[in-house]
């Protein structure tokens, strides 16, 4: 047996809500839409990680959602311009990431990261 994906799993009433903050300012892919459930993702090959914390790092609170993107200041200048409230960073950490957090239009706090190359 091989685990071949993970799936987060965020409950709503209005799945509609999710279409600005993923689609529209991180670019996912609309990927399947059952009317009670959509899906985003993108169409090529992601790692499978699932992440216990007892905190966000630097003293943080745990993010529901980490997502890598190449670009950290051009998500931040999205997210901002988009209206989501930004609740810490952007900062470098010591561990070699640049980030910041923002809430999702569900309350999520999202670590929006890239990893220093």
């Known amino acids: 047996m ?6 987060a799993n965020i409950n709503t009433k209005d799945i509609t809500a999710a279409k600005c903050f993923y689609q529209d300012v991180l670019g996912l892919d609309l990927m399947m839409d059952h009317g009670w459930i959509r899906t985003y993702g993108l169409n090529e090959e992601m790692g499978i990680q699932i992440s216990f914390a007892s905190q966000g790092g630097s003293e943080t609170s745990t993010p529901d959602l980490s997502i890598e993107v190449d670009d950290v200041d051009a998500a931040l200048e999205e997210m901002k311009r988009a209206g989501f409230p930004i609740e810490y960073g952007p900062v470098n950490e010591p561990w070699g990431v640049r980030r910041f957090y923002v809430r999702d239009p569900f309350g999520k706090l999202i670590n929006i990261l890239a990893h220093d190359h």
């Open 2 to 7: 091989k685990v071949k994906r993970i799936v």
